[in-house]
């Protein structure tokens, strides 16, 4: 049988132009839609139903292909980057950027198209990525990714993974993200190179449907049209680009900013005899309870419940001769990032990303806790329960002795992610420092953690004598509930998240009782608001602090401040900045209350 042969038909019929298609994409789907080349099984032979079902086979395959990838193209363009704003609406848009690239395609010669269409498949794979990370930040951190300095974060991701699920777990979790990255990077660029060859090879449908789909975007955007609330002309895409660019631009720059501003500290050359004088002979108590926001006391659906704990509290350490005052400061940092509200909060400078925590851990900058180790007259420590391994940055907070998770005795299980019970940790305190005699007064950072998501398991208050070595956790946390089930319901986290809160407040206001004395002040404050589920979005970054001392010269020093006496403070308490806060106490407990130093310019 000759070469052009059909098996017993009329040779080959070959167009004329056949030589003047000069790209071989746009012969590649010849057969997409139907169009078969001319030579074929002969009207009347044998063999023409099975190759004519080939045909149809191939033809409606190509279809599909084509259709997918579309769809998929589309949805990458139309995808908002928020969860909040993944709404049926938001993919009845026209995307401009899908119009705009497409006429671009047509222009371009077949090499250079070719290329194009590599690039942009690439590019719009990286761009969904981008979008899903951040709407991964938004629902945890309520802020978008940031591309520049966002990126040690996926280590902490990993590490919270590990402790929560186990290293096989996370293992699995992150093999799990790397082949999604890598097919989703792969299919794009596959969807945009086939859709490239359509529109070339359908060039006389496609060059007016451009046109009208152009006309119909500028149409929409000039009249506002919108289909469930969202602009059904879409630049969603370019925006999120153009937003991006910008913050990589504002973070350069904001290394240079944040290095002028660190240079100012007004206590930098204090001498020593001169810092917190008006708490010689205190043991001095900063404690952190996790993710405490302003949501636990003022959301119509918690703060009862809270507020109840508080004014319990109150009156419960009002009877054992303590005094209160509680107000609000801001947090850099929201949903997460401890460590940032915990540095700036500590070393009076605002820290609101990584670069300017990494900054300020490997600086001499003196801190709050520092100042009492410079002071001289305290030993100080840190009970950190949720540091599971070394941690060079607590280099920062001028601590002698630092506790963490592998050093305070505790035989029982982890809840979720909290490696320690706040209970616990506030015993071991107490066993390993404060309870010494013939002790030196001591400074403390006490972490406390069993408020960390995801709320589940919750310890329980149990008699202290009962606490032990923690064993007798392992019964407790059989008896809480599942993370997996109370994370399927909004409504069950917000109830978790709300006995969390109350069970560190009630393990904190129980040790007061127990085991504080005429000597004791405790400051303790939330270090950020917790996640948007539980958040909704209202009452910002706010976190409560109150300060408690049974001796009145101490409560005294701060009577200038305006803050609302008890635990819980009200809707029009005072509200300052996190990075004031150092300077304000530093002054007030020095050898005179002074004017309260302005906060920095930024």
Avoid at 341 to 351: V, Y
């Amino acid at each position: 049988m000759g070469k052009g042969l059909t098996p017993s038909g009329p040779p080959e019929h070959t167009p004329d132009n056949a030589a003047a298609v000069p790209d071989a994409a746009a012969r590649d789907d010849a057969d997409v839609g139907g169009n078969a080349t001319a030579g074929g099984p002969a009207r009347g032979d044998s063999g023409e139903t099975v190759a004519t079902g080939r045909r149809d086979k191939h033809s409606a395959a190509a279809l599909v292909t084509a259709a997918l990838a579309a769809l998929l193209v589309l949805f990458a363009l139309l995808l908002p980057n928020e969860l909040s704003r993944l709404t049926p609406g938001a993919f009845v848009r026209i995307p401009v950027e899908g119009v705009l690239g497409t006429a671009v395609l047509l222009t371009l010669q077949p090499r250079a198209r070719r290329m194009a269409a590599v690039f942009a498949g690439a590019g719009l794979g990286l761009l969904t990525i981008l979008k899903l990370l951040d709407m991964g930040f938004h629902s945890v951190l309520d802020r978008p990714f940031d591309p520049m300095l966002d990126w040690i974060l996926f280590d902490d991701a990993e590490a919270f993974l590990a402790d929560s699920v186990g290293q096989a777990g996370a293992f699995g979790a992150v093999v799990g993200v790397v082949v999604a990255v890598l097919a989703l990077l792969v299919l794009m660029t596959l969807a945009v190179v086939r859709l490239s060859r359509l529109v070339v090879r359908h060039s006389a449908a496609a060059t007016p449907g451009i046109l009208v789909l152009g006309t119909a975007w500028i149409t929409c955007a000039t009249l506002g049209v919108q289909v469930g609330g969202v602009p059904v002309a879409s630049r969603s895409t370019a925006a999120l680009v153009g937003n991006h660019v910008q913050q990589v631009r504002a973070g350069l720059k904001d290394e240079q900013v944040f290095a002028k501003e660190a240079q100012v500290d007004t206590f930098r050359d204090t001498p020593a005899d001169r810092l917190l004088t008006g708490l010689r002979g205190k043991d001095v108590i900063f404690a952190f309870i996790e993710s405490y926001g302003r949501s636990a006391v003022q959301d119509p659906e918690m703060a009862p419940q809270v507020g109840a704990v508080l004014a319990d509290g109150t009156s419960r350490l009002r009877a054992a001769g303590f005094s209160s005052q509680s107000a609000f400061l801001t947090s850099p940092t929201t949903g997460g990032g401890s460590w940032l509200a915990h540095s700036t909060f500590a070393s009076g400078l605002w820290i609101e990303n990584e670069e300017r925590y990494r900054s300020i851990t490997s600086s001499k900058r003196l801190t709050l806790t520092g100042a009492f180790q410079r002071a001289g007259g305290w030993r100080t420590v840190g009970i950190m329960p949720g540091v599971t391994r070394a941690w060079p940055e607590g280099r920062l907070y001028g601590l002698d002795k630092i506790y963490d998770s592998r050093q305070l005795g505790y035989e029982g299980p982890k809840f979720s992610w909290t490696p320690v019970p706040d209970q616990y940790s506030l015993l071991a305190f107490e066993r390993l420092e404060h309870g010494k005699p013939g002790r030196k007064p001591l400074m403390a950072s006490v972490i406390l953690a069993s408020s960390h998501q995801p709320w589940a398991p919750i310890p329980r208050m149990i008699g202290w004598d009962e606490v032990g070595d923690g064993s007798v956790y392992h019964a407790v946390k059989e008896a809480g509930r599942d993370p997996e089930e109370v994370w399927k319901d909004p409504a069950k986290v917000r109830t978790e998240y709300r006995n969390a809160i109350e069970y560190s407040l009630n393990s904190l206001i129980s040790y007061m009782e127990k085991y504080g004395d005429d000597d004791t002040v405790l400051v303790f404050l939330g270090d950020h608001q917790p996640v948007p589920a539980v958040t909704r979005g209202d009452l910002g970054r706010d976190v409560p602090i109150t300060i408690v001392a049974r001796d009145p010269a101490v409560m005294e020093r701060i009577s200038g401040w305006g803050w609302q006496d008890g635990l819980k403070p009200g809707p029009k308490a005072p509200a300052w900045r996190m990075d004031t806060f150092r300077d304000r106490f530093l002054t007030a407990y020095g050898p005179r209350p002074g004017p309260v130093p302005s906060p920095p310019i930024r």
